[in-house]
């Protein structure tokens, strides 16, 4: 028997549909790791309302476990509230909420932990791929043109031993690329069908070129994370509109660069543009992903992080979601395959000489941005970098008790060598910087007539800064008065009595960075362009 265990935070996690079990108080071993029971409707731990992630888990999770119902696979789902079984949650490393681990055979020793998507067929299918087989076995050529035709994306592996240790790599990846089926075949006559000669996976799609093969190395053999980014890379369309069905595959395409063209679907002068932009794509497959966003559409999120408007467009943006550095074409010439593809080789050549640092996820406070280029910075030939900034705030700005910075301000304040400068760097759709607003205010308001001290906050999806990346959210830095003194990045507690030592120490790391962030979650990390629309799943920590 096969399962899965649970541990979450909040008992409406899998409280209802069939085969959800709860695991008793300390019950742990005498239910998790038998044969039956674990479809009894035992009684439920109270909630805990403050697991957001864990309610959005808990009608996915039932749901998959009505779908394995019903196909009578040997699989049950299980759960625990972790926080009413700490014995539990440390024996089985449990540092955040929800956590699912699952339990092959009754072996509670070695659980795998769970690495599928967090919506009910997505649990199913990676469930199905390890109680049963993750391959089809194809005999003959009707089953596997069968197989071609049933999805958009299929991968078949050709190997002539099926002993080989290269099918069981084969085998380990198809159990994690759900989007994809898998076959798999020694047949000859297959060989001959899809001219093959030797040991080969081959991606079938329906689009674009229609087929990719990766041929194994006779020597070195299958390589798992060569054929995943080879697989990853190939099954992506050319040319892939964004929205919210194709926006989780762009960002697992690990493709780190990305070139967007900006255009309003209505309009057929705009459409015009898509074959040249496609045209242009082809060279560029691997390197660089090629994506469409309508203004059109819901996506005023990926406008304001890029600091656009609809009526801009048609217009290119290229961004590499590891640095977040973005550019823009030098000048606003047509959209065609010459001048795609010029100025993709412009910023892959380094002919932009300084792109700009941490582009996030921008819109959120509600006003508009504009675009300064660095000085004394001289633009490439075909692109150009950019720096977003909000306009800077009316002439009171430096009234209120808390500080407001944008880009065009900031380093008058925070370098201001006689100051003491303490600054909150937020995302104002951040769970955490809302809920650590009072104590920031308070702080404020306590030094207020503290006139070397200076508590400030900045918006940093709406303001970028060249020489200071944000790479989660909130980020508290320090700036000591005096020359020459170096940043400091706040990790305490943050609380008012906290923040209070740090100011009256003077910076002192030693005393600030004593305290214990026991109860306080880790920092929301920055998303890249599209993350608003991912709906990705998120956890609460320890």
Known sequence: MREVWTGHACSLLGLTGPKVGQLWPG??????????????????????????????LAPEYSKAAALLAAESAKVRLAKADGPAEPELAEEFAVTKYPTLKFFLDGNHRHPEEYTGPWEAEGIAEWLRRRVGPSATRLEDEEGAQALIDARDVVVIGFFQDLQDKDVATFLALAQDALDMSFGLTNQPQLFQKFGLTKDTVVLFKKYDEGRADFPVDEELGLDQGDLSRFLLTHSMHLVTEFNSQTSRKIFAARILNHLLLFVNQTLA?????????????PSFRGQVLFVVVDVGASNDHVLQYFGLKAKEAPTLRFINIETTKKCMPADRGPVTATSVAAFCHAVLGGEVKVCCWTAQLGGGSGSSGSWERPPNKAPGRFSQPYHLSQEVPPPDWDQRPVKTLVGKNFEQVAFDETKNVFIKFYAPWCTHCKEMAPAWEALAEKYRDHEDIVIAELDATANELEALPVHSFPTLKYFPA?????????????DLDTFSKLLDSGGDARKHHGAQRR????????????????????SCGL
């Open 27 to 56: 019950r742990s071993r005498g239910c998790g790791w038998g044969n039956g029971g674990l479809g009894h409707p035992w009684p439920c731990p109270p909630d805990a309302p403050w697991c957001g992630h864990c309610k959005a």
């Open 482 to 494: 005096g020359p020459g003194q170096k940043v400091i990045e706040y990790k305490g507690t943050r």
């Open 519 to 538: 109860a306080v979650v880790a920092p929301l990390p920055a998303p890249t362009w599209g993350a608003v629309s991912l709906g990705a799943h998120g």
């Open 269 to 281: 002068s705009h459409r015009e543009l898509l074959a040249g932009f496609r045209e242009a794509a």
